[in-house]
């Protein structure tokens, strides 16, 4: 299993794993899991690793049908610039690869945020820590795995 996985099953909560086979011709990791899961696309979270102020780095999670707005982010963590980390600080950090990173199990713990609009669904879908693979559990479980806020940082696309 993945450090996601061993991640949610040590903190002993309520979780489920859904798989799917990837298609690595889909442009969209994830909304192609929420079209082969047959789930919400507002209901499935991807999670984006941002750098602030060009030093810091924090884990930003949103429904994949939306944009991160950088400006929210910078100002829910009290920067006062955000922009997307680069493809080798998000795998060396996280130790997952593009497509398939996880908020749970990461190799560094960062500070987290995670759109408010979580808050909306019994559950949410996160990445598993492997592209075709997803976790379903509470967003207030993820809060607490992660030590996450919750703050608007979402923006429609």
Known sequence: MTPAVNSVKQAKITF???????????????????????????????????????????????????????KNLAKACGARKAE??????????????????????????????IDQSAKQHPTIYVSGGRRGLEIELSALDLETLTRALFAPISQIS
Request: proline share 4%; glycine share 8%.
């Open 84 to 113: 997307m980390a680069e493809k080798t600080e998000v795998q060396r950090s996280t130790g997952y690869v593009l497509g398939g990173v996880s908020p749970l199990g990461q190799k560094k713990s960062l500070k987290t945020i």
């Open 16 to 70: 489920k794993l859904h798989q799917y086979e990837h298609d690595n011709a889909h442009d969209s990791f994830g909304m192609e899991a929420a079209e082969k899961l047959a789930i919400e696309p507002a209901q499935v979270f991807k999670t984006l690793v941002v750098k602030l102020d060009g030093k810091e780095l924090v884990v930003a999670i949103l429904p994949v049908n939306t944009m991160l707005s950088m």
